[in-house]
Nanobody, 113 residues
Framework: QVQLVESGGGLVQAGGSLSLSCRAS?????TGWHRQVPGKQRELVAG???????NYADSVKGRFTISRDNAKNTVYLQMNSLKAEDTGVYYC??????????WGQGTQVTVSS
């Protein structure tokens, strides 16, 4: 089964930027970044198909960019103009060639206002 390693979280001031990476141990297909905050369900922030077609939650459109490098089995999330409400644990969910969804361990993003 594919394993995922996320990196790039941290603390940033509002208006700043962070870049997240999700590196897989093998080929991954549709992949998404999800955000979870205490007391709320995990929500999809951005997703990308194997062909590179992105989709975004309305709350991040124009600020976040998802991309991928299939040669490196890695999906990225560039987050600009960060807001306090972007704070949360960001998880990568990727599907392997068998159609199984695999979650990463999560990376904390904290935006101070």
């Amino acid at each position: 089964q594919v394993q995922l390693v996320e990196s790039g979280g941290g603390l940033v001031q509002a208006g700043g930027s962070l870049s997240l990476s999700c590196r897989a141990s093998g080929t991954i297909f549709s992949t998404g970044w999800h955000r979870q905050v205490p007391g709320k369900q995990r929500e999809l922030v951005a997703g990308i198909s194997i062909g590179g077609q992105p989709n975004y939650a309305d709350s991040v459109k124009g600020r976040f960019t998802i991309s991928r490098d299939n040669a490196k089995n890695t999906v990225y999330l560039q987050m600009n103009s960060l807001k306090a409400e972007d704070t949360g644990v960001y998880y990568c969910l990727a599907y392997d060639r068998a159609g199984r969804g695999v979650w990463g361990q999560g990376t904390q993003v904290t935006v101070s206002s």
